[in-house]
């Protein structure tokens, strides 16, 4: 089969997905107003895993009604109903909706309905929709809802709060069955269970909502991998810049923020008369930076990074542990050259990117090219010209390494077409990590230029980049996908020493002190414990090595190893023990082989 053909096909069984997954939407609406008389029903798409509908009713859907729900959508679909589609006139359908009293449906089919309303029918049931949908409800098999949510009534969190029921479905139970058992994997891995049991990070309501507290062994890790993202950005011939939290509202008006992306920002503060706002982005005070003195092609590129922290609004709703937050760092960087150097610049970002991301385990890899919606261009800034050099520039670097890619219509930023990367987790799922921007906006709206060969001002190229997205996100995707099994380099606690016996504290003391004097991260359980549980405690704590050290041991200056998931090794040599972990810390080993 040829590569245009495996494309089209798997764009055909995405389709199909979607519109069983949208016909079970409609076969649990149909359910929940049979059993509950006087619910008004919302709207009900397919979704990327399954599907969702949204609901109006007074009571909470309780665990007992879902089962009952998903039992009576079992007897419509067995009864095999005809689903058929129907065309009506625009005044017929909102009759059809007010006479069963669906005051919701009637305002859709108001405000997006045409001359001519779609509705589609199924033993008695109607709703308001464009489809498609599957010929029959016995086509619908193999099904599951999953959680019920709360929901805004069209995202508005100012409008009426409805019931929102998940569920998924598949063409075949075998489907079905491997995914729920993903399902039920995600949960021991979830990030903020994992979060709080290896007391990593946290939350506080008097803090608010989507704001994080860095706990001691997760700030730990977190200033592990910025000591290493310092390293390979000052070896990859970037330099690194500190910026305020703060910015003058004519930063954000200059760079189009307060245009385009407003909703985004939080309320402005009033200091001195002057309204000030919390940055979201960090590039406009790089550009400053470049403004303080004026450049000569000689001195471009220039590629600065920040581990700068922004601030986003976002709906309560969607707030998720460290995947989604009001406040985060970025591991940004912005790049500025002359237009010759763009091409050999974003070649090198994206494979500064793939070899970063393969140094935490992540080599299996999704990448986008989100461009402008054809349709929509007023929206984005720049001239057309620009927007095809910028794609096409984007396009060549994929290309000239052979990256599979695919092309996202609608999905680029106000300023620019972009590259992103997604990683694939340990459970198959793919993670929003690196994104590689091109923006040819901000150099004319802060009037940014260098000096030329030719002696003249010339405008320079900008490339926006993060590599990991943010330092939040990043992390709660390393905790999933090694479910807290950190490899040796990241763990916050690399070697527990545990003493068999109150005597033997100061051995377990001196080994503490010999190992973090190789640069390696040690301590030392020294409570009044059992043996059996102070292991039992390094191994929930998921600390890759523990040395266990009794008379034997301190006589001869060994100790006793076990490996997190491995167990007992024996008895081990210090000192070729600590060059050999020395050893794996230092070329970032994933694993342990012992």
């Not at 608010?208 to 001691?216: C, D, H, Q």
């Not at 450049?295 to 220039?302: F, G």
């Not at 590689?436 to 802060?446: K, L, P, T, V, Y």
């Not at 102070?534 to 076990?562: F, H, M």
Request: hydrophobic share 40%; aromatic share 10%.
């Amino acid at each position: 089969m040829t590569e245009m053909n495996k494309e089209k096909s798997k764009n055909e069984a995405a389709v199909e997905l979607e519109t069983l997954r949208h016909s079970t939407a409609h076969l649990l609406a149909h359910a929940v107003l049979d059993l509950f008389p006087g619910t008004q029903a919302g709207i009900g798409p397919a979704v990327e895993n399954g599907f969702y509908y949204d609901f109006l009713r007074d009571e909470p859907f309780s665990s007992d009604d879902l089962a009952a729900i998903e039992a009576r959508m079992r007897e419509i679909a067995a009864a095999d109903a005809p689903i058929v589609r129907e065309m009506l006139p625009k005044a017929e359908a909102i009759r059809l909706f007010e006479s069963r009293g669906q005051t919701l449906k009637v305002e859709l089919v108001r405000e997006k309905g045409g001359d001519v309303v779609s509705v589609y029918r199924q033993d008695g049931f109607a709703d308001f929709c464009l489809g498609p949908h599957l010929g029959s409800t016995g086509l619908i098999r193999y099904f599951k809802l999953l959680s019920v949510s709360g929901a805004y009534w069209k995202g508005d969190e100012k409008g009426v709060q409805l019931q929102r029921i998940y569920g998924t479905a598949f063409p075949t139970a075998k489907d079905l069955e491997e995914y729920l058992h993903l399902l039920e994997e995600a949960k021991k891995r979830d990030h903020r269970r994992l979060g709080a049991e290896l007391d990593l990070f946290g939350t506080a309501e008097d803090l608010g909502s989507g704001l994080i507290l860095w706990y001691p062994k997760g700030a730990r890790i977190r200033a592990i991998i910025e000591q290493y993202w310092r390293n390979r950005h000052w070896d990859g011939g970037y330099e690194v810049l500190y910026t305020p939290h703060i910015g003058r509202e004519i930063l954000w008006q200059t760079s189009g923020h307060l245009g385009f992306y407003k909703d985004s920002m939080y309320a402005p503060m009033d200091i001195d008369g002057q309204n000030y706002y919390l940055k979201p982005m960090n590039c406009p005070f790089h550009i400053q930076i470049y403004k303080s003195r004026m450049w000569s092609y000689r001195d471009l590129p220039l590629r600065w990074a920040e581990l700068g922290t922004v601030y986003r609004y976002e709906r309560s709703g969607v707030l998720h542990g460290l995947l989604r937050v009001r406040g985060f760092t970025q591991d940004d960087a912005h790049i500025f050259c002359t237009p010759d150097q763009i091409e050999d610049e974003i070649l090198r970002v994206l494979d500064f990117s793939l070899s970063i991301l393969a140094d935490f385990g992540f080599t299996d890899n999704k990448i986008e090219l989100s461009v402008r919606d054809p349709k929509n261009t007023d929206k984005y800034c720049g001239a057309d010209e620009h927007w095809v050099q910028a794609e096409a520039s984007l396009v060549k670097a994929l290309e000239t390494r052979g990256l599979p890619y695919e092309r996202m219509e609608g999905e680029a930023v106000f300023y620019g077409p972009k590259i992103d990367i997604k990683v694939k987790d340990a459970l198959g799922r793919y993670w929003q990590c690196t994104t590689i921007q091109f923006d040819f906006n901000m150099s004319e709206r802060f009037d940014m230029s260098y000096i030329g060969e030719d002696g003249k001002e010339h405008r320079p190229y900008m490339v926006h980049r993060a590599l990991m997205g943010s330092l939040e996100r990043f992390f709660g995707v390393l905790i999933e996908h090694y479910n807290g099994n950190f490899p040796l380099w990241l763990a916050p606690v690399q070697i527990q020493v545990i003493p068999i016996a109150e005597r033997h504290d100061d051995y377990a003391r001196s080994l503490v002190e010999k190992i973090k004097a190789r640069g390696l991260r040690a301590s030392a359980d020294l409570r009044r414990e059992k043996l059996g549980y102070k292991i039992r405690e390094a191994e929930k704590q998921k600390v890759p090595l523990i040395l266990v050290a009794g008379d034997k041991e301190a006589a001869a200056g060994t100790a006793s190893l076990r490996v997190h998931g491995q167990g007992d090794k024996g008895t081990v040599d210090l000192d070729e023990f600590l060059t050999k972990v020395k050893s794996l810390d230092d070329r970032r080993s994933l694993t342990i082989e012992y």
